[in-house]
């Protein structure tokens, strides 16, 4: 918590610095609020709102959760098999990369046609924007286990899910993790496009209503709550990553 | 019948011939040094040994048993100590052990107290000096089940006073818990304050071009370094090793000096 704060405060300070000159230049020039609300105007909307935007949050933070399970799974699942089988890596891994280039975007009303409107598709959603990172960051880890450790492992007679379990997956933990931090983020704006898909509940819808009636405060409520909740989520997964990983704390590649 | 017996063995890599009927055999608990120039297929001849490489030709057998292609059937110490991080040191110790599915936390808790790495047995590698790596490594070779234990140039990256008390930490060790050891270095002094036997290898395409049976008694110590025997048996194995470079055909060449020094 002491380090938090020692390293924390720099952010924040410049965070405060622009809030505080974006009051000011709203407060000057008399933009409307439809156009820009004031930082004050936006705090307000969260208190006096909080009580009909508290579902939306939780609809959406539970989705992203799901979501990202199912992705780490996913990626993990991809990543091991590519690992393992060396033909579904040549075959499958240059398709791999071509998905990604696929925008969610486009893809979304397709996934309605074919799955409507329940949370198989959001699910799906979610998935597509989190395995990626996890699948190429564990590829990497597996990847970066050394020869000599390898040389090691062979001579000592260890089998193949012996190599596995007792070397690779240790080895690659910390790579895997930064793939975790990344998807972690990804799967809160994954949730809020899922949402788009059509949804009763959901910063996603939440957003849509308040653009559609030009409620910029509400809209930026919801960016802000977007952000919030990606950060928890990285929090979650630096605390994991603290928990599981001790052996490198030494080693200065990581943070 | 020998521990380890290597017979007529031929390895190639593609075009490049570098093992040609290669022969030699170790006695149970003897301690054998392989000494040859660098690049002559010392880490090639232990790939094979722990199968994972095959020859061309010839027979490799562990206690009258074939044991070409069979991974696991030796105990290994490499160059580099090969720890893994996140395991402490007792669990790194134990090892070569679990991999074999066999473990004696026991036995490994007071061989690491022997070692002298009683304040270590719960730290982290990296917590370690490099000699002390290299004493745990040591230490998980000797606790994995098998009975012969390769070592492979294990203290060539070291500097030169941590090595010398490497080798008298080993020597030591060894004397308590005697098993078969083939030993690879590049140091003829290492080779000869170690050894029974030093088997020289030459230049690719390989084969053995001397042995020598060394005749000092154990317990040795240090003080065997500056003794005059042990000066000239230097000069007899440099001297051998010097001429390997050149000379092409092979059971010409291939000298025993059985207990005498020159
Ligand atoms: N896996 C391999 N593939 C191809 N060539 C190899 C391989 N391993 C060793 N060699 C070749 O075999 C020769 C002997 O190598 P090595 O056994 O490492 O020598 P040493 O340990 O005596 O220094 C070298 O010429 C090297 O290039
Ligand atoms: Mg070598």
């Known amino acids: 918590m002491n380090y938090l704060i020692r390293k924390g405060w720099r952010p924040i300070a410049v965070l405060l610095l622009l809030f505080i000159l974006w009051e000011i230049i709203v407060k000057i020039t008399k933009v409307p609020d439809w156009l820009l609300p004031a930082p004050t105007m936006i705090i307000n909307e969260i208190i006096s709102g909080w009580t009909s935007f508290y579902p939306d949050l939780v609809s959406t933070a539970k989705i992203a959760v799901e979501g990202f399970l199912v992705g780490t799974t996913v990626g993990l699942v991809v990543a091991v098999s590519l690992h393992l089988v060396p033909w579904i890596r040549d075959s499958v891994y240059p398709l791999l990369i071509l998905s990604q280039n696929v925008p969610i975007i486009v893809l979304a009303p397709l996934l309605v046609i074919w799955f409507g409107f329940g949370l198989l598709p959001k699910i799906i959603v979610i998935t597509l924007t989190c395995f990626f990172p996890i699948t190429v960051a564990a590829l990497d880890g597996f990847k970066q286990v050394p020869y000599a450790h390898k040389h090691y492992m062979l001579m000592a007679g260890a089998g193949k899910s012996q190599m596995f379990w007792k070397l690779e997956w240790p080895y690659a933990l910390p790579s895997v993790f930064s793939g975790l931090k990344i998807s972690a983020t990804y799967s809160v704006m994954g949730a809020v496009i899922s949402e788009w898909l059509g949804a009763e509940k959901g910063i996603g819808v939440y957003m849509t209503l308040a653009s559609s009636s030009f409620r910029t405060d509400k809209v930026f409520v919801a960016i802000l709550s977007i952000m919030v909740l990606s950060l928890l989520f990285f929090a979650v997964i630096v605390a994991a990553e603290k928990y599981f990983i001790r052996w490198q704390s030494k080693g200065g590649t990581m943070e | ?262």
């Open chain 2, 1 to 262: 019948m020998s521990h380890l017996l290597v017979d007529h063995i031929v390895k190639n890599f593609g075009p490049n011939e570098v093992l040609s009927d290669l022969s030699f055999s170790i006695e149970k608990e003897e301690f054998v040094t392989i000494i040859g120039p660098s690049g002559s297929g010392k880490s090639t001849i232990f790939n094979l040994i722990g199968g994972i490489m095959t020859p061309e030709k010839g027979v490799i057998q562990l206690e009258g048993n074939n044991i070409i292609g069979k991974r696991g059937s030796i105990s290994f110490m490499p160059q580099t100590p090969s720890l893994l991080p996140w395991r402490t040191v007792l669990q790194n110790v134990l090892l070569g052990a679990e991999l074999q599915g066999k473990k004696d936390r026991d036995k490994a808790i007071e061989m690491l107290h022997k070692a002298g790495l009683t304040d270590y047995v719960h730290a982290r590698p990296e917590e370690l000096s490099g000699g002390m790596k290299q004493r745990v490594a040591f230490i998980r070779a000797l606790l994995s089940p098998q009975s012969l234990i390769c070592l492979d140039e294990p203290f060539s990256a070291l500097d030169e006073l941590t090595r010398l008390e490497m080798q008298k930490w080993l020597l030591s060790i060894w004397e308590d818990y005697r098993r078969t050891v083939l030993f690879v270095t590049h140091s003829i002094e290492e080779a000869l304050f170690l050894s029974d036997r030093i088997i020289v290898i030459s230049a690719k395409p390989t084969r053995v071009a001397a042995e020598f049976k060394v005749p000092f008694k154990r317990p040795r110590d240090e003080s065997l370094f500056l003794d005059d025997k042990f000066l000239k048996w230097k000069r007899t194995v440099t001297y051998s090793l010097k001429n390997v470079g050149s000379e092409k055909d092979g059971d010409a060449n291939r000298r025993t000096y059985p207990f005498r020094s020159i």
